[in-house]
């Protein structure tokens, strides 16, 4: 069975870039018919918090991004970190290594000044120190002792073949001075006990994975297949920061879009499927797979995350996407049930914004009475037009409360009080609804219950 797994370190909130790693782990083993599960690297004591543990958890959630098995915690599993170690040192896998951090200081040091890759030079390894007594006051550092020759080679899904000689690796520190286990040893363990076996991650950590294969074979065991996503770049091309858009995850839920044009964005970040742009969750389930992913960083892209959620708001049935905006009507400090059904105001507005949020705030006067602006009105409020607006809204009361017969009643008025069409209509627009920017003013009243449509132009005409 395909097992793949998304390993944060609870250090900060869920950003974009791992948010698409954990997207594509997700695709690839519910396409597989896997199993994908949750691990939390925790070994940072002094940086992982409870809180950045329940942003992971909370971003997951909203991207739909459902695990099978977990989360399973590294700081709850040090007892078989320890059981590992100590086996790998009764077997001559691993040593204790007393070199102290002044000394390693000097020794790099030394090495750069030769113009030398720095790199530890085995010194404490048991077949150079035989005889040599451990200094006194000096609590060493356990290491893996790395192969001296050959390469460690494996053909990467996204990149391809890649290689390292051993001789540029050194004796990787897999537990610390205070007896606390290492990323790369800890990450070997849990992809073997949990049986990984595809590990879907970013490429910043293809330098570490040549170590971790060494380390699973010194175990007698076969590492996972490893497919290393390319970094998510900024709009400019630089590394992707908080100034283009490395916000939390739920920093884009309240923004107001919706997860799965989210998940459909991320996924295209850098993976295709034919010229496919917009498409759902299952279809991307459908079509996942690690060959579609470019070996080359791909950009993050504002106003294609807008588009996108765009598009997913208009293809949505009216029902779901009024329950998608009800929270955001009540963040804006609406009451839903003060004004006509969500589902309706949200398929006349979808057209016109791309964000939950901005449809929320452009439905601001269906759910309460707008300030009218004098100023602008008494321009648009000639003789002639007032007296048409004043005779329109008593034929309101008769008029039947459909868009059609809004529409031709409007139309009608202005006619027979020898103005345009518009001349009627803008002023109606600002007087029900406060702005002069809506959709077509004959949808908005019919969303409108008649009284309240009759009762702001009464109370907006006498002010003006």
């Given amino acids: 069975m395909i097992r793949t797994r998304f390993a944060p370190s609870p250090t900060g909130y869920l950003h974009l870039g791992g948010a698409r790693t954990a997207l594509f782990a997700w ?48 700081s709850e599993r040090m007892a078989r970190y320890r059981a590992v170690i100590d086996d790998m040192l009764a077997r001559g896998l691993a040593y204790r290594d007393y070199m102290t951090p002044d000394e390693l ?14 790199r530890y030079d085995g010194r404490w390894r048991p077949e150079r120190a035989a005889g040599r007594a451990p200094p006194t006051g000096v609590a060493p550092v356990i290491r893996f002792r790395n192969p001296d020759a050959g390469s460690v080679v494996w ?16 004796d990787l520190v897999i537990a610390r001075s205070d007896g606390t286990p290492t990323y790369n040893f ?55 920061s908080k100034r283009h858009g490395a916000v939390s995850v739920m920093e884009y839920e309240a923004s107001g879009y919706l997860p799965a044009a989210m998940v459909n964005f991320l996924a295209r970040i850098g993976w295709a499927h034919g010229d496919a742009e917009i498409f759902s969750r299952d279809e991307l389930v459908a079509w996942f797979d690690l060959a579609g992913i470019s070996p080359a960083p791909s950009r993050f892209n504002a106003d294609k995350l807008a588009w996108v959620n765009q598009e997913h708001m208009k293809r949505m049935a009216p029902e779901a996407l009024g329950r998608s905006l009800i929270p955001y009507l009540v963040r804006a400090g609406l009451d839903p049930a003060a004004g006509p059904d969500a589902g309706a105001v949200a398929v006349l507005l979808r057209d016109r914004v791309s964000t939950l949020v901005a449809m929320a705030d452009a439905a601001h006067y269906f759910y309460r009475t707008p300030a009218v602006p004098r100023d602008g009105l008494r321009e648009l409020l000639t003789p002639a037009v007032r007296a048409g607006v004043t005779d329109l809204e008593q034929r309101l009361g008769a008029v039947a409360w459909t868009r059609e017969a809004l529409g031709a ?22 007087l029900v ?32």
Avoid at 39 to 46: A, G, H, P, Y
Wanted: proline residues 5%.
């Fill in 155 to 170: 053909d990467d899904a996204v990149k391809g073949r890649i290689e390292f000689a051993n001789a540029e690796l050194d």
């Fill in 409 to 430: 009643l409007l139309k009608a008025v202005a006619a027979e009080h020898k103005v345009k069409a518009g001349e009627i209509m803008m002023p109606v627009r600002w």
């Fill in 105 to 118: 200081a000097a020794l790099r040091d030394a090495q750069m000044a030769r113009g030398e890759k720095p």
């Fill in 27 to 74: 695709a690839f083993a519910r396409h597989q018919q896997g199993a994908f599960i949750l691990r939390i690297e925790d070994t940072d004591r002094e940086r992982s918090t409870p809180q950045a543990v329940q942003a992971i958890l909370d971003a997951m959630a909203w991207l739909g991004l459902d695990y099978d098995e977990g989360p399973f915690y590294q």
């Fill in 433 to 464: 609804s406060g702005t002069g920017h809506t959709p077509a003013i004959d949808a908005v009243l019919a969303l409108l219950p008649r009284e309240t449509v009759r009762a702001r132009i009464v109370a907006g005409l006498a002010s003006v």
């Fill in 186 to 240: 800890c990450v070997v363990v849990d992809d073997a006990d949990m049986q990984i076996t595809h590990v879907i991650r970013g490429d910043d950590h293809v330098n570490n994975t040549p170590r971790q294969i060494n380390i699973f074979r010194a175990l007698g065991l076969v590492p996972p297949q490893y497919a290393h996503v390319p970094t998510v770049l900024g709009e400019d091309g630089a590394k992707l």
